[in-house]
């Protein structure tokens, strides 16, 4: 994403999304799974995409992170259409009371109703949106959703194979529990051949130095890409917030190669940052934690003057990096070299969601998270 608002090495997956919306556009819809890290740029790809795709009716819902009703993502994202015409439900089929039982918009519910008869009806009202124009229902952070929802999706793959709409289930990759229902929705639409995913992965060095061109407005030396990128590991919300902070601290200078960072400087850190890493970090059992802790002190230094030594160093120019390469003092979960054991309860559902960064749509933590000390240098 730049300062712009365009997005930066993300054409394939968007290509990717734009064909699947195509062919529910020809009457042939499905369900496509969209997993990544929290910061890795999911909802920024999602706007784009609705952007792109302006005949679409867009209906979106995302799960709650305090608990989330029965279908309540579902009922969330038809409110949005409902929002914006109040009447798009209107005709949409004899059984719209049962629908009515979860969105008590459309008028006296059933008095009863079963499960097979409720997913018939939620299929009649997509078919009814679907009528004149492609329907794309983002059911977002689908890591905190209901049981029943997920069942849903499931009855769903294969008759929205006859319909225009096509359903992006969104969901953090990063901290979800083995038994999560997730796991078994993408078991039974693999069983059943429907399964079409798309895990969203960091930047690659090349897409790193376009992204912090775009935020610092000027080309930035190879030295600075390097050390943001071994430091970010290419989250694209990292990398934007990490050169915002550069660019307000006054620590870069411009050389005939570009920005550089002054060695003399101290790196800012964000305060978003920080409180993303140790919420990642909340997220890991005590036994994950002090695995990745091992991991991130077997590899390297989690300190500033590893980034200060990277400006003799050239960077890579892919996102391929060696496993044990991969914690940082921004990675997924780790809480760094001199992290300690946290204190509390081991966290089985995901960390909640934090606020969106206004510029690329990615999360904003804003509370921490309880680590005893993470990260020192960070």
């Not at 990063?174 to 039974?188: A, F, K, Q």
């Not at 590991?233 to 870069?252: D, K, M, N």
């Not at 997220?283 to 002190?297: F, I, P, Y």
């Amino acid at each position: 994403m730049t300062a712009r608002g365009t997005l930066v090495g993300r054409r394939a997956e968007l290509a990717r999304l734009g064909a699947a919306l195509d062919r529910a556009r020809q009457g042939t819809g499905g369900i496509v799974l969209l997993s990544g890290d929290a910061g890795v740029g999911k909802t920024r790809l999602i706007g784009e995409l609705a952007r792109n795709e302006a005949d679409a009716l867009v209906l979106q819902g995302a799960a709650g992170q305090t608990g989330t009703a029965p279908y309540g993502v579902v009922v969330a994202a038809l409110r949005s259409g409902l929002r914006a015409n109040p009447k798009a439900l209107d005709g949409c089929g004899p059984l719209a009371a049962h629908l009515a039982m979860i969105l008590p918009e459309l008028g006296p519910p059933a008095e009863s109703s079963d499960r097979a008869t409720l997913i018939e009806a939620l299929r009649s009202a997509l078919a009814h949106l679907a009528a004149d124009r492609p329907v794309l229902l983002v059911l977002d952070d689908l890591q905190y959703s209901d049981e029943a929802t997920l069942e849903l999706l499931s009855a769903l793959a294969e008759p929205l194979a006859e319909l225009s709409v096509l359903v992006l289930a969104v969901y953090r990759s990063d901290g979800l529990p083995r038994d999560h229902s997730l796991r078994r929705l993408r078991h039974e639409l693999r069983r059943a051949g429907r399964l079409d995913e798309l895990a969203l992965g960091p930047l690659g060095s090349d897409e790193v130095a376009a992204l912090l061109g775009s935020v610092l407005g000027a080309p930035p030396a190879p030295s600075l890409v390097h050390g943001v990128f071994e430091s970010t590991q290419g989250t694209p919300f990292f990398v934007e917030e990490l050169a915002a902070a550069l660019r307000l601290s006054g620590a870069l200078t411009n050389s005939a190669i570009g920005l550089e960072l002054d060695s003399t400087t101290a790196i800012p850190v964000p305060d978003t940052v920080r409180d993303a890493v140790l919420i990642r970090a909340s997220e890991l059992s005590e036994d994950g934690l002090s695995a990745r802790c091992r991991a991130r002190t077997a590899s390297r230094s989690c300190s500033s003057t590893a980034w200060r030594s990277s400006r003799t160093s050239a960077p890579r120019a892919s996102a391929t990096r060696s496993p044990a390469r991969r914690c940082t003092p921004t990675c997924r979960g780790c809480a760094g070299a001199r992290c300690t054991a946290r204190s509390g309860r081991s966290s089985r559902p995901p960390a909640p969601r934090a606020a969106r960064s206004p510029r690329t749509g990615s999360a904003r933590a804003t509370t921490s998270a309880p680590v005893t000390r993470c990260c020192a240098p960070w």
